[in-house]
């Protein structure tokens, strides 16, 4: 260890830890257009935003985290825990990055809900092991007393009707139960992932207005509790199964909870301000659950901070809209996080591809179109085009329109990308239509070649005599 992390050992590793109570949010990369990790650390800084959790140890998002203060969760894949050397693992992404000036790793996810039962069962034996080496790791860094090792785990692993009588799945009670003993003992807390939009997309029984704060016709009796929402339901049925193994005042955290924005009926703009605006009133009232009156969780990690368009559809294709930010660093809506800002800033110095378009030529008949649309939406994200969707209502040019566009964005705006055997052409004017957005691609590159090749263009484009109505193209 070098001499900067020692001095930072002995001034503030041997302090207990002291979670605070806050506002995250997950950072994930899955997307086809990247912002700069210095782009997306500017944007949670200008958002007051000091705690943010990681799906891996990404080593350029560590080192834009460094300095800002900003405390970090970074995460061990769960294809990684059977093979990975917890020495190797924390001399390369905790000890080189720590230190005076350097990233505040407060916790380390050990795999993410591994034990959900779609996986079934295969990284349940990997887990504690994993845990037991990467705590005996730290130990030897000198960092035990300051990072603390957590396993985020789905609700599905624990079960009940009501939440007093919660119990983790008969098949997991022995594995919790050493778990939480170890991170009982090591002063970690519980992390789970609650999520009342996937209750309501899954069961059409149940009732839309439980799965929000604003109060329910539907409450929830149990014994002298009554509940009003669905995250109080289900936060209460893990306390009642962590009481059952001994555990009834482990530290709780929220390592997920969100809505999505866009690819499914119940997902969109209103939805997603109304839940996560009501959740965060919720959490700063402190007034907690029936079961913990007055103590809501430690720290509540929003899902998500941005769109990931590259990220897998089979759970819905709402998968790729959870962000309160589009990829870009936009805002989709007003909301009040209560870090001292009354509405979400913007990501600033985003660095666009040139402003155009790749859309159906007006002129050609689309009889063939079939097979360039299966292979756009094959590689890019066409998943607002499906029902429930915020395209979903656009006419049959505009729909290819937008598989076409969202497939030359991917491309980088390559002139090839566009042709689709001359169905394509290239336009000016932003088709967009109502809120369905067609994107323009972002890039990490900057140089005054592209900016003189993009104002080229344009003044092209302006010179062209073509299509008589409002519409610019380029031929």
């Known amino acids: 260890m070098g001499s900067g992390v020692a001095l930072f050992t002995l001034s503030l590793l041997l302090a207990t830890h002291q979670a605070q109570s806050a506002i995250g949010v997950n950072w994930g990369t899955m997307s086809f257009h990247k912002l700069k990790p210095s782009t997306v650390v500017d944007l949670l800084k200008a958002n007051k935003i000091t705690k943010v959790k990681l799906f891996d140890s990404n080593p350029d998002a560590l080192r834009a985290l460094m300095g800002t203060g900003i405390q970090v969760m970074i995460s061990i894949p769960n294809e990684l825990?059977?093979?990975?050397?917890?020495?190797?693992?924390?001399?390369?992404?905790?000890?080189?990055?720590?230190?005076?000036?350097?990233?505040?790793?407060?916790?380390?996810?050990?795999?993410?809900?591994?034990?959900?039962t779609s996986?079934?069962?295969?990284?349940?034996?990997?887990?504690?092991?994993?845990?037991?080496?990467?705590?005996?790791?730290?130990?030897?860094?000198?960092?035990?007393s300051y990072v603390k090792l957590v396993v985020p785990c789905n609700a599905d692993a624990y079960e009940s009707n009501v939440p007093s009588q919660g119990t983790?799945?008969?098949?997991?009670?022995?594995?919790?139960?050493?778990?939480?003993?170890?991170?009982?003992?090591?002063?970690?807390?519980?992390?789970?992932?609650?999520?009342?939009?996937?209750?309501?997309?899954?069961?059409?029984?149940?009732?839309?207005?439980?799965?929000?704060?604003?109060?329910?016709?539907?409450?929830?009796?149990?014994?002298?509790?009554?509940?009003?929402?669905?995250?109080?339901g289900n936060f209460d049925t893990l306390v009642s199964a962590l009481a059952k193994i001994g555990y009834?005042?482990?530290?709780?955290?929220?390592?997920?909870?969100?809505?999505?924005?866009?690819?499914?009926?119940?997902?969109?703009?209103?939805?997603?301000?109304?839940?996560?605006?009501?959740?965060?009133?919720?959490?700063?009232?402190?007034?907690g659950t029936p079961l913990r009156p007055g103590s809501p969780p430690e720290d509540v990690y929003l899902f998500g901070l941005l769109d990931e368009g590259a990220k897998s559809t089979l759970p819905g294709n709402f998968e790729r809209h959870w962000?309160?930010?589009?990829?870009?660093?936009?805002?989709?809506?007003?909301?009040?996080?209560?870090?001292?800002?009354?509405?979400?800033?913007?990501?600033?110095?985003?660095?666009?591809?040139?402003?155009?378009?790749?859309?159906?030529?007006?002129?050609?008949?689309?009889?063939?179109?079939?097979?360039?649309?299966?292979?756009?939406?094959?590689?890019?994200?066409?998943?607002?085009?499906?029902?429930?969707?915020?395209?979903?209502?656009?006419?049959?040019?505009?729909?290819?329109?937008?598989?076409?566009?969202?497939?030359?964005?991917?491309q980088m705006q390559n002139e090839k990308s566009c042709d689709f055997d001359g169905l394509g052409m290239v336009t000016f004017l932003d088709p967009s239509v109502g809120e369905c957005r067609f994107l323009v691609g972002v890039t990490d590159k900057s140089s005054s070649a592209e900016l003189m090749a993009r104002w080229g263009i344009y003044h092209i484009c302006i010179g062209l005599?073509?299509?008589?109505?409002t519409r610019c193209y380029i031929l």
Request: glycine share 8%; with cysteine; charged share 15%.
């Open 119 to 144: 996986y079934g069962g295969a990284y349940q034996n990997y887990v504690f092991p994993a845990m037991v080496n990467l705590q005996q790791s730290l130990v030897k860094a000198n960092l035990a």
């Open 168 to 232: 983790f799945r008969p098949e997991l009670t022995q594995i919790m139960t050493q778990l939480v003993s170890l991170l009982s003992s090591i002063g970690s807390p519980f992390v789970v992932n609650i999520y009342p939009f996937l209750s309501l997309y899954q069961n059409s029984d149940f009732p839309q207005d439980f799965a929000f704060f604003e109060g329910s016709s539907h409450p929830v009796l149990d014994g002298p509790n009554v509940y009003y929402n669905a995250f109080d």
């Open 465 to 469: 005599v073509v299509w008589a109505l």
């Open 248 to 287: 009834g005042q482990m530290p709780i955290v929220i390592g997920e909870i969100g809505w999505p924005t866009d690819g499914a009926v119940g997902a969109n703009l209103t939805a997603a301000r109304v839940f996560n605006q009501g959740l965060i009133n919720h959490l700063l009232s402190n007034k």
């Open 81 to 116: 825990l059977s093979t990975f050397s917890s020495d190797l693992f924390v001399q390369q992404n905790l000890s080189r990055f720590m230190g005076k000036g350097g990233a505040d790793i407060r916790y380390v996810a050990v795999g993410n809900e591994p034990f959900l």
């Open 323 to 410: 962000g309160i930010f589009s990829f870009d660093g936009q805002a989709k809506y007003r909301l009040n996080l209560g870090l001292g800002n009354r509405g979400l800033k913007n990501a600033e110095n985003v660095q666009y591809l040139p402003s155009r378009w790749c859309v159906a030529h007006p002129a050609k008949d689309m009889t063939l179109v079939t097979d360039h649309l299966r292979l756009a939406c094959s590689q890019a994200d066409c998943t607002t085009l499906n029902d429930g969707g915020s395209c979903s209502q656009l006419g049959e040019k505009d729909n290819i329109s937008y598989a076409f566009n969202s497939y030359y964005q991917l």
